[in-house]
């Protein structure tokens, strides 16, 4: 059994992304620590389905014994479609946040939020 494969590193990826996660203060780290967990969720999922002697499933398939199924490969393109405009999301607010606070400490933005009062909106009558 070979140790190093799309499985193991798939799981070292998203350690790493946890840990970051958890552990950075900065808002860009963090996003960035969520793509890589994300990452590691499609390699991992790609290589637990990935058989090399399997066939297409395209054409006639009645002589044939293994055939691939294109669930896995179908479901991880829609979670990298997501997973981008997660990301982009992400940065949008985060440059809003940067520019209207001029900080990128989640630690700094916690103690500007809990100093603001909240804004109370007039009702439309």
Do not use: C
């Not at 290589?47 to 479901?75: C, M």
């Amino acid at each position: 059994m070979q140790f190093i494969n799309g499985e193991t590193i798939g799981i070292l990826l998203f350690f790493i992304g946890a840990w970051g996660l958890v552990s950075r203060k900065n808002v860009l780290k963090t996003i960035l620590s969520i793509g890589i967990m994300q990452t590691a969720v499609i390699l991992f999922f790609l290589y637990e389905k990935d058989v090399t002697t399997s066939v297409a499933p395209i054409g006639d398939l009645s002589t044939q014994t293994n055939i691939a199924d294109p669930l896995p490969q179908a479901l991880m393109i829609t979670e990298i479609v997501i997973g981008a405009g997660i990301t982009a999301a992400a940065l949008v607010m985060f440059i809003h946040l940067f520019h209207k606070y001029g900080s990128t400490n989640w630690s700094t933005l916690r103690m500007t939020f809990q100093k603001q009062p909240l804004k109370k909106t007039k009702k439309k009558r």
